[in-house]
Nanobody, 124 residues
Framework: QVQLVESGGGLVQAGVSLTLSCKAS????????LAWFRQAPRKDREVVAS????????YYPDPVKGRFTISRDNAKNTVYLLMNSVKSEDTAVYYC?????????????????WGQGTQVTVSS
């Protein structure tokens, strides 16, 4: 069983940078595709970033492209989400997700393991 624990959320002002972290319990962490999702009140869950098992490819949807950066440190079993120039629209619960192996299409990847989420609130 893979366990994922997010941290780094909180209340921040618009325009600042924020880094979220997700620590995984699994061995062979380097074999997993990883992603960050978010869910705002009254909205559907959406992916905000994903990264391939080898870290060579990433995916970002248009709302965060150019502002968010996903990275991974396999030695620490940790995936990060750097959020630059945050906006009030970024307010949501952010979830870390993992799936074993690779994918030919990161955008459509299905994830089997999920963290409990960390709240990010951006004030104007």
């Amino acid at each position: 069983q893979v366990q994922l624990v997010e941290s780094g959320g909180g209340l921040v002002q618009a325009g600042v940078s924020l880094t979220l972290s997700c620590k995984a319990s699994t061995p062979a962490f380097e074999y997993y595709t990883l992603a960050w999702f978010r869910q705002a009140p009254r909205k559907d869950r959406e992916v905000v970033a994903s990264i391939s098992w080898n870290g060579r490819t990433t995916y970002y949807p248009d709302p965060v492209k150019g502002r968010f950066t996903i990275s991974r440190d396999n030695a620490k079993n940790t995936v990060y989400l750097l959020m630059n120039s945050v906006k009030s629209e970024d307010t949501a619960v952010y979830y870390c997700a993992a799936a074993y192996g690779g994918s030919s299409d990161l955008k459509d990847r299905t994830y089997d393991y999920w963290g409990q989420g960390t709240q990010v609130t951006v004030s104007s």
